[in-house]
């Protein structure tokens, strides 16, 4: 069981960037997804979680501007970012819930390695 995230980089305030999270010796589809994230000094937070069945959910301080979906197909999910604010700088990582829907923090598994997304000018 093996999660791969990737696709951080620098952007500018404002601008967009798609993270990946692709999975390795298991079907990602069989489970729930969440992206979290970690800014230098602070606590890991959650950002947004998908259910197998598709139902996502999205932590109040990006709704609006983050989206979480999944391509069968390629056993990847993705955390679509728009809008970004310097306060959305953090590593993000992605994490697998245990069954199929977003059942919080201690219910994730196993986590990929993090990337780091930084938003400046």
């Known amino acids: 069981v093996q999660l791969q995230a990737y696709g951080g980089g620098l952007v500018q305030p404002g601008g967009s960037l798609r993270l990946a999270c692709e999975a390795s010796g298991f079907t990602l589809d069989n489970y729930a997804v969440g992206w979290l994230r970690q800014a230098p000094g602070k606590r890991r937070e959650g950002v947004s979680c998908i259910n197998s069945d598709g139902r996502s959910y999205d932590a109040s301080y990006v709704k609006g501007r983050f989206s979480i979906s999944r391509d069968k197909s390629k056993n990847t999910v993705y955390l679509h970012m728009n809008s970004l604010k310097p306060e959305d700088t953090a590593v993000y990582y992605c994490?697998?819930?245990?069954?199929?829907?977003?059942?919080?923090?201690?219910?994730?598994?196993?986590w990929g390695q993090g990337t780091l997304v930084t938003v400046s000018s």
């Open positions: 994490a697998k819930q245990q069954g199929r829907t977003c059942d919080g923090y201690v219910k994730y598994d196993s």
